[in-house]
């Protein structure tokens, strides 16, 4: 257990989306507040795509959080797998009892009624799809038809969806012309810059320590974790939660470019890029 050696107070590299950890780089800074304010004011629909590990999760995470003061937040996380699901779904997370033996029909015209009832009331409803690229087809037409529901010429559901690139490649597909159209905010989140990098990792070391950590990665050592990982936060936490294991074994509270070379050279099946100083980063071979 490494916390009491570095006066840590939790874990900082932990993959649970703790809006406390989330680190505000340019890029997802920009995306949440873009998304905010689309969904806020009713905008239209909002995508946001990115590479495996990039976040996405996380920030539609801090996104339902910060819309839950003055929202209905509905995220589902693993994507529905039919059209009558996903309403039911919404339903539900809605707090609203309808029977299991209702049809579509009548599910339609519970769900349409009861989201009339709380625009009435001034209360927004936002519907958050993570995974999207893995929606069927029934799914995408159902969210297509769900966000043509509109009452004073306002959409009574906000819809967010969040996936890995193929979610786009598929909307690009002539048969989701329609659902495509309906989208107003289009985000890809790119990886965290060598200088992002470097502040996430002391972003969240100064949060899990509440301000007295007693550990460091020197800027050698940080410049090699953004080249390893690409930047991509999943794997930064990886590395570095690996790397925090491997000073508390050698009693280190400084971290160096040797710890995470270590680290790198072990985790074989991540393939993280290696580099030695002076010579190009290379992919290291998964087992």
Known sequence: MYLSFYSLKEFPFATTCDERFF????????????????????????L???EVGAGKTFVGGVLAGRLA????????????????????????RLGLNVALSADKLCLVDQ???HLLRLHARGRLVALILDEAQDLSPTCLEEIRLLWNWEQNAQRLVQIVLTGQPELRQKLLE??????????V?????????????????RHRLRVAGQGQAR???????????????????????????NALLVGYAK?????????????????????????????????????
């Open 23 to 46: 680190y505000e780089s340019t890029v997802h800074a920009e995306a949440l507040a873009n998304m905010l304010y689309t969904v806020q004011h009713r905008k239209g629909m909002v």
């Open 48 to 50: 946001v795509t990115g």
């Open 69 to 92: 003061h003055n929202a209905t937040v509905v995220a589902l996380k693993s994507p529905p797998q039919s059209g009558k699901q996903l309403l039911r779904s919404l339903a539900n």
């Open 111 to 113: 769900l349409e009624q």
């Open 174 to 183: 002539p048969r989701w012309e329609p659902l495509r159209q309906r989208i």
């Open 185 to 201: 905010l289009s985000y890809h989140l790119a990886h965290l810059t060598p200088a992002d990098t470097a502040a996430y990792v």
């Open 215 to 241: 550990v460091e990665f020197t800027p050698e050592a940080l410049a090699d974790v953004a080249l390893a990982t690409d930047g991509t936060p999943r794997l930064i936490n990886v590395l570095c939660d």
């Open 251 to 287: 009693g280190l509270h400084r971290l160096d470019r040797s710890v995470v070379a270590e680290v790198v050279r072990d985790m074989t099946c991540w393939s993280l890029r290696t580099s030695v100083a002076g010579q190009p980063a290379l992919a290291s071979s998964p087992t």
